[in-house]
């Protein structure tokens, strides 16, 4: 079975500054792991997925995870801040065949000005 | 091309009413899901259609949901009858193929049961 864990619920970031949002997973096999963002009253979009290539993944809006294996972790990161980066945003488990999809709880991400 | 398209995007019913929410996938996305999204929630899945197939639906409360996925196209999701409890946001999304073909999801209908 999968699960993953978010945590912190909210982070606020000011503008420019470094945005880390974490994420760590449970799993039985090796996982396939993903962010979404979902922006107010809109349906989630995907950022980034690890599919056991790439260690290190890059996705659309300047976001980028790490894979880590020792750490069951696969945290997102932005260098720097922008005000339309503020959202949700979702970390997601599957394993290879996406039989078992499951999604983190999600965590609020506030930029301030 | 055109995203994945829910109808209607807020529903208002009172408890004991039936509800539907229908979705109309990307074009040629023959993998199609419901899911849940209660507030403050990550979505929970709710039903997986391979085509017309319903292929995972072990998370459906089978004895008030119900759902169909016509000609491998278009689905609808039904509530009868519905629960206070059942207020929540309904996403669809839709992928190519299963597995980590990356899903695309439609803007949700927000159903509010009183």
């Known amino acids: 079975a999968q699960s993953v864990t978010q945590l912190g619920s909210h982070v606020s970031v000011s503008e420019g500054a470094l945005v880390l949002l974490r994420c760590n997973y449970s799993s039985s096999v090796p996982p396939y792991l993903f962010w979404y963002v979902q922006y107010p009253n809109q349906g989630l979009q995907l950022l980034l997925k690890y599919t056991s290539a790439a260690t290190l993944v890059k996705g659309i809006n300047g976001f980028e995870a790490e894979f880590k294996k020792s750490e069951t972790s696969f945290h997102l990161t932005k260098p720097s801040a922008h005000m339309s980066d503020a959202a949700e945003y979702f970390c997601a488990v599957s394993d290879s065949f996406g039989n078992q999809f499951y999604f983190g709880t999600g965590t609020s991400l506030t930029v301030i000005p | 091309e055109a995203g994945v398209v829910q109808s209607p995007r807020y529903k208002i019913i009172e408890k004991k009413q039936p509800v539907a929410f229908w979705c109309n996938p990307i074009s040629g996305h023959n993998t199609l899901y419901w899911y849940l999204q209660n507030l403050g929630q990550g979505p929970e899945l709710l039903i997986r259609y391979e085509n017309e197939e319903a292929v995972d639906d072990s998370q459906l409360p089978k004895d008030r949901f119900s759902a169909e996925r016509l000609k491998g196209v278009d689905s609808t999701l039904k509530i009868q009858p519905a629960e206070l409890g059942d207020s929540a946001v309904y996403l669809c999304?839709?992928?190519?193929?299963?597995?980590?073909?990356?899903?695309?999801f439609g803007p949700g209908t927000r159903l509010t049961v009183l």
């Open positions: 999304a839709s992928s190519l193929h299963r597995g980590i073909d990356t899903q695309y």
